[in-house]
């Protein structure tokens, strides 16, 4: 493409939609039509430069041009308890169950692991010796000891908050990471697994395994299920890199990262009530059933929310991506 027969085929509408804005708050409804039809034509024009000749200064000019135009064409847009409440309804639990074929998945096979290295730790004294002394293990695995009092060492608030900062953060870590091709979502979840498993094993082999249950079921069955879905979301970002399907990678990177960020939010939330539920649950007086009751109610509670509401919005169309009027225009370029 000719940059300059170009430019000068096109500077008339340029100028016009730029004189159009700068007066828009006085236009006609004629006038209204032409800008918008401009807007249209001029993101078409930008489109064209960025793929078939790219000049930094004139792509400056058009980007800032067709930004003003789209802010004029959509209105600007504030966040509000309407969205708020789509959010929560429809974006969140639609961009869960759409990446349930992953989270799932990842949340079986993690079991499975931590199960096996409880097992191998549990059978196995020589590993025991290998992660900590003798009298070390006995005071981290009796009555009393360090894996019971852990729970109950700090202020309740002061604790559900940090837990619930460290677990926000290792998700928004898997999501944000996925797009590396998902191997450092592997390795977070390993050491997750790894941390699981030290802990079922050590308490297992001194006979106190139900002691254990009892203190991380009631919190981790919902802390669990959202790093599992942090994890499963991270590993399809990075699956995107790969094999984008039918979108442009570009494309395909953008729509998928969205509904990440989104989804770190949501879990954000939903890592919030696990937090609260070890820092005030797991340590109570109440008794263990009641705890692990609690526990199995928010779990099926998410899942819940996830499988009725996430997939009646998923079968209407949501994806857990921004609304269309938020997003960057993408626009056909003709041949």
Not at 281 to 304: D, K, Q
């Amino acid at each position: 493409m000719d940059l300059d027969v170009f430019v000068s085929a096109h500077r008339a509408e340029w100028d016009r939609l730029d004189a159009l804005l700068r007066r828009r708050r006085g236009l006609t409804g004629a006038e209204t039509d032409e800008l918008v039809t401009l807007y249209q034509r001029a993101a078409t024009h930008l489109s064209l430069i960025q793929s078939s000749a790219p000049d930094p200064q004139l792509t400056g000019r058009l980007t800032q041009l067709v930004a003003r135009a789209r802010s004029a064409v959509t209105g600007t847009r504030t966040a509000s308890w309407r969205d708020v409440t789509r959010f929560l309804t429809q974006g969140f639990p639609a961009a869960v169950y759409r990446s349930r074929h992953w989270w799932v998945p990842t949340a079986l096979l993690s079991t499975a692991v931590a199960a096996l290295l409880g097992w191998w730790i549990g059978t196995h004294p020589e590993v025991q010796s290998a992660i900590a002394a003798p009298d070390e293990l006995r005071e981290l695995t009796r009555p009393g000891g360090l894996y019971e009092t852990y729970y109950s060492s700090h202020q309740a608030a002061a604790f559900a908050a940090q837990v619930w900062t460290n677990n926000a953060q290792a998700a928004a870590t898997c999501l944000v990471l996925g797009v590396f091709l998902g191997l450092p979502v592997l390795w977070i979840l390993f050491q997750n697994m790894l941390n699981l498993g030290i802990g079922a094993g050590l308490m297992s082999s001194a006979g106190r395994l139900d002691t254990f249950l009892g203190l991380v079921l009631p919190h981790g069955l919902l802390e669990l299920t959202a790093v599992f879905v942090a994890a499963g979301t991270g590993l399809r970002l990075g699956w995107t890199v790969i094999d984008p399907g039918p979108r442009t990678r570009r494309t395909a990177l953008a729509e998928e990262g969205r509904a990440a960020v989104g989804m770190a939010i949501g879990l954000a939330l939903v890592l919030f009530v696990s937090g609260a539920i070890e820092g005030f649950v797991t340590p109570s007086g109440l008794p263990t059933w009641a705890r692990i009751t609690i526990g199995i109610a928010a779990e099926l509670t998410f899942l819940a929310y996830v499988y009725v509401l996430g997939g009646r919005a998923a079968r209407a169309g949501a994806t857990g991506d921004v609304e269309a009027a938020e997003r960057s225009a993408t626009v056909p370029t003709a041949a």
